[in-house]
Each structure stands twice: as structure tokens, then as C-alpha cells.
């Protein structure tokens, strides 16, 4: 069982209200499947003056905490689907709790080293990327297309990772294909429950296990996913269920000015995954 933290743990302090049945009944499975009913509250930019004014904001792990225990829960623990960036700040703040490391380290030296993704890195607070990279740029309204790509993360201990197209397809097919964890294991992160009705707009069919997405494929079967995005990066991605093949489709570009262009955006990288995994060559790198 996992009791979220809110005392300002890691840097910060702020004052916790108690904490309400729901929130002690909370599992670690819950947070890594998105039932836990935590209300995310993740600062974001809804225009160009909040970028130009918030993107160099630093948030401790127990501030994040408590904006998000200042709500009420979506939903009791397992009732109900919905995706929370708090929860992972919530598994980050336990895994150094167990281990005594900050969680970095350990996607380190459990996840990173291992597979050889030399090219994936911990960034820390730092607004920049390492060179070269793509510039991103993000759509706030009309006439409103702004160069967001110089910013903090907004949790910068576990959520300021940055990778290439070609480690997160590596990363893809070593979990798929069993080469990062036991067979039992990634058995588990199969278990898979139904998406909020909002969100199976978005992924017709999609069912969500413990960090994965499961989506069917226009040529039969499935495939894994965990897609994100943030700041004017949208990455989609797709792999198959033996690891054979997989592929990533990266933009640098969020048409998030409409809800409209939001799925139109994700119809097209999604059109492109099916594309790739359903052909009959190598997977796209």
C-alpha cells in the first residue's frame, strides 16, 4: 500500500491537510495504472504570458504533491480511470523512499545502463537541450505559434529525462521482448483495464495496464504504447507484442489550441504508427 506524501519532501514545505480514506487505500498498482483517483494539478501554460512567465518554475516533489491533494479525488482508488503526471511524481518520491537514491539514479542504473541508451539523460532543472535537437513550438489560439522549447521540466527529480528516437525504440523492444524484466513481471504490466470514456476518443479500443497502453492494430492483434508530451513535443509510439518491431513518431510541433486539432494531431501519429507495425518490414527507427 502506498500513503502519498505531502510534506514538502525533497525540498519546500507546505502545509498538508489530513489525509481522507481514499487517499491511505491508495496501492502502488493504482498509481502505476492511473486508478488511483489523484486529481492532477501538473502546472502547464494555457497561453504565451503563463510560458513566458512560468517556464523557468521550479517545483519540488512535495509541492506538486500538494496542489493535487488541495482537490478532492476524481474518483475512489480503482473506481475509476484517469491520467495523473502526480501519481508518477508520487512513484518517484517512493522509489527513494525504498532505496535511499533519488528515482533518477535508479532509471539509471536499472533501465539506462543496462540496455546501452547512452543517449537518454537526466537534465535536472537545466531549460536546455543537448545539441542537436529539434525546436519546439506550440499553438496557444489563433496567430498565437510560440518557440516553447526553452523551459524547466516541471518535476525536475524523475520527469526530466530526455531521449532520441532511437533509445526509446531500443527501450521499446528490450521490454517487449523480455530483456528488462522477469516474464512475470512484464505479465503484470500487461494487465490491462478500460480508459476513461474522454480518453478512448483519443485511443479507440485503448486499454491501460501499469505504464502501457494497449491498442489494436488495423491488420490484427495489438500493440504497446506510452505516448506523452509536453511544451510543444508530442511523441507517439508503438510496439509489438514480441518486440519485434517497433517505431517512434516525434513532432515538435502541439497544435493545442483546439480540442479538435488535439485529435486530429494524435489521428495522424496514430495513422503512422499503424502504418509501420502493420507493414511487413523492419520496424521504423
Not at 505531502?6 to 525540498?11: A, E, I
Not at 543496462?114 to 496567430?143: E, V
Not at 480518453?199 to 479507440?204: D, G, K, Q, S, T
Not at 486539432?261 to 495522424?268: F, W
Request: glycine share 12%.
Amino acid at each position: 500500500m502506498a500513503t502519498v506524501a505531502r510534506d514538502g519532501t525533497g525540498s519546500g514545505r507546505s502545509t498538508p491537510r489530513s489525509r481522507t480514506p481514499c487517499e491511505r487505500r491508495i496501492t502502488v498498482r493504482q498509481l502505476l495504472q492511473h486508478t488511483s483517483g489523484i486529481h492532477d494539478d501538473v502546472p502547464g501554460y494555457t497561453t504565451p504570458e503563463e510560458y513566458y512567465r512560468q517556464r523557468h518554475d521550479v517545483y519540488s516533489p512535495g509541492q506538486l504533491v500538494a496542489r493535487a491533494m488541495a482537490h478532492t479525488p476524481d474518483f475512489p482508488p480503482g473506481e475509476g480511470w484517469g491520467y495523473s503526471n502526480t501519481g508518477y511524481v508520487v512513484l518517484g518520491m517512493i522509489i527513494e523512499k525504498v532505496t535511499g537514491r533519488p528515482a533518477h539514479e535508479e532509471i539509471e542504473n536499472r533501465v539506462l545502463r543496462p540496455l546501452g541508451l547512452d543517449r537518454t539523460r537526466w537534465l535536472g532543472t537545466s531549460p536546455t537541450l543537448p545539441r542537436p535537437h529539434a525546436q519546439a513550438y506550440q499553438f496557444f489560439g489563433p496567430g498565437s505559434r510560440v518557440d516553447v522549447t526553452d523551459q524547466t521540466p516541471v518535476d525536475h527529480t524523475i520527469l526530466s529525462f530526455v531521449t532520441t528516437t532511437r533509445d526509446e525504440n531500443e527501450f521499446l523492444r528490450a521490454l517487449l521482448a523480455g530483456r528488462l524484466l522477469p516474464a512475470r513481471q512484464l505479465a503484470q504490466m500487461k494487465r490491462t483495464v478500460p480508459v476513461s470514456a474522454e480518453v478512448e476518443r483519443l485511443w479507440p479500443g485503448g486499454r491501460y495496464g501499469l505504464g502501457l497502453v494497449e491498442r489494436p492494430l488495423g491488420c490484427g492483434g495489438s500493440y504497446w504504447s506510452h505516448e506523452g508530451g509536453d511544451g510543444g513535443y508530442i511523441t507517439l509510439n508503438g510496439v509489438t507484442e514480441d518486440g519485434s518491431r517497433s517505431v517512434v513518431v516525434s513532432m515538435s510541433e502541439a497544435r493545442g489550441d483546439t480540442l479538435e486539432h488535439i485529435r486530429e494531431q494524435e489521428s495522424a501519429g496514430s495513422a503512422l504508427v499503424d502504418h509501420a507495425l502493420c507493414a511487413g518490414g523492419r520496424g521504423t527507427r
